[in-house]
């Protein structure tokens, strides 16, 4: 399920909205539309950050991923392998 919360606040409130919302995350005590966030301990990890300024719009999107498939991608292949 996606979850999403949408702000809008000056430079200085953003900031300060985005160190709580980090540190949270640390802490594991974030939540996103009152749905806890937990983020995999047994999982690799992506981290991007992206960056775009142009005459129109400028943004800044800091992602973190993971995948459930991989245990169920790698299970099959072990699978298909003992087959063989």
Not at 4 to 20: G, H, I, P
Not at 26 to 34: A, I, P, Q, R
């Amino acid at each position: 399920m996606k979850y999403q919360e949408k702000y809008v606040s000056s430079k200085e409130e953003c900031f300060v909205k985005v160190k709580d919302t980090f540190s949270k995350l640390v802490k594991g005590t974030l939540e996103v539309e009152e749905e806890k966030v937990e983020v995999p301990e047994d999982k690799e990890l992506e981290y991007k950050v992206k960056y775009e300024d142009d005459e129109e719009e400028g943004q800044l999107v800091v992602k973190i991923a993971w995948s459930h498939l991989e245990e169920e991608e790698e299970e099959e292949e072990e699978e298909l392998e003992l087959e063989l």
